[in-house]
């Protein structure tokens, strides 16, 4: 069923939210390093959804849901929670752009959405990476909201050290230093000195981290409730996914990151369905 007239879905459908291997301390037990990634909650089934371009499924996080507004243009719908009916693609900017190139990403939209009369724009991949990134900005916001984000080199230093925090970032501009300091004091309080275990470097600098959290020269967080920590990773996935971006990983080399976050159940529950 297309979009009811009376609950439009214009085009800043887009900006709606979406929403590190793992260690182990004795303090906290699950906990986030630099590769980790959230896993299902005991092991539950994860809900799955269709690519229309590839035929391929896969959990709602390695997927994007496309809706269309009621004058029928097709627009990206991060948090899946967009009225009507809707498709879904993967994660796969270059894949899109191809399917863009030879046509079949309007016939998969064709059938996906019924023969409904249906356009796009061709910029769809760029305000699919902004609506992305926009998502993973908001989901700073919503943590510290929540007060699981914790923010302040002194804070966080003392936070991780007592092994109380699941998740550790830096600005893609953070120093050296700074960045070292608290991935020591991190490795220390998940009983992991030695293992060269880092906090993630984000593909966002302290200007976008000051500008999403309304504060002054945001240069590192970190994360202290496993629910944030897991939050946080699955927006982080999926616009690392979609738009290349890098990380650095725990050996220290820069690589793009791969494979993507899986929901636990509660976060399961919270997503809207076709």
Known sequence: MRTPTNERVASDIADAGAGAGKGRSAASGSEWSCAAKPSGKHGKKVPERRC??????????????LAISPDGEVLPDPSAKAPGRGVWITLDRPALEAAMANGQLKGALARGFKGAKLSYSDDLPQQIESALRRSLLDRFGLELRSGQLVMGSGRIEDKAR?????????????????????????????????????GMVLPLDRAALSVALGRDNVVHLAISGKGGA????????????????????????????SGLAVPSQDDIEEYAKD
């Open 52 to 65: 229309i371009l590839t035929g391929n499924s896969g959990s709602q996080d390695e997927l994007l849901r």
């Open 162 to 198: 007592s092994g109380a925090l699941h998740m550790l970032l830096h600005a893609s501009d953070s120093s050296e230093d700074g960045r070292k300091k608290l991935d020591q004091a991190w490795r220390v309080g998940r009983e992991a000195e030695g293992s060269g275990e880092r």
């Open 230 to 257: 897991d939050r946080m990773g699955r927006a982080l996935s999926r616009y690392m996914a979609f738009s290349g971006a890098a990380q650095t990983s725990c050996d220290g080399s820069d690589k793009a990151q």
